[in-house]
Structure formats: C-alpha cells, structure tokens
C-alpha cells in the first residue's frame, strides 16, 4: 500500500491549508489513519487519527484547530488546518496508526511564516 501527502505549503500564521492523503487502495481495509508531522531536528509525532468510522482524536496541540476526516470513496484522508501557528511547520506524513506501517514517502513540507 502507497499513502501519498501532498497539499502543503507557504502559509502566514493564522492561516490554514488542506492536506490530503491518497492510498493506492481502500481505506476501508487500513483501519486507523494518522497524520504525523516532523519538525526540523526534531522526532516524528502523531498529531490525529481516524478509525475506519470516522472517530478522531487529536493531540493537544492542535485540538480546535486541526480536523481530520475520511472520504472512503476516494480513498483519501484529509487534515484541515487552521490557524497555523509556526510550530505546526514540518514534514507531514500519513501512515497506519498501529504497529504494522507503510511506507513513509516524501510527506509534504509545512511552512509557516510570522
């Protein structure tokens, strides 16, 4: 299975991007989803999940702001992010909550400007 992100960008803070994340198969068959993010010099953290029926849970960083949502027929998972603040900048990954991953890819890049 291939999990692609892609959506990222240049954003003022305060301000919001979409990411996507394109599976080369059903979703329905991965189960929990994640998005992960890692900032410079820094180790990869979970920021949200979602379960094959669309229950989320988020750290705390980014609770209010981030929301991550599921469309099964497309086999894409989203993470809408508003009111970015320059800590949300990193690599964005998606990938399998669980144990077993993926791929990781090229993520895509976040940055945040003041």
């Known amino acids: 299975v291939q999990l692609q992100a892609s959506g990222g960008g240049l954003v003022q803070a305060g301000g919001s991007l979409r990411l996507s994340c394109v599976a080369s198969?059903?979703?329905?068959?991965?189960?929990?989803i994640a998005w992960y993010r890692q900032a410079p010099g820094k180790e990869r953290e979970l920021v949200a999940t979602?379960?094959?029926?669309?229950?989320?849970e988020y750290v705390g960083s980014v609770k209010g702001r981030f929301t991550i949502s599921r469309d099964n027929a497309k086999n894409t998972v989203y993470l809408q992010m508003n009111s970015l603040k320059s800590e949300d900048a990193g690599v964005y990954y998606c990938?399998?909550?669980?144990?077993?991953?993926?791929?990781w890819g090229q993520g895509t890049q976040v940055t945040v400007s003041s």
């Open positions: 979602i379960t094959a029926v669309g229950h989320t």
């Open positions: 990938n399998t909550w669980g144990p077993r991953k993926y791929d």
């Open positions: 198969r059903s979703i329905r068959s991965i189960g929990v």
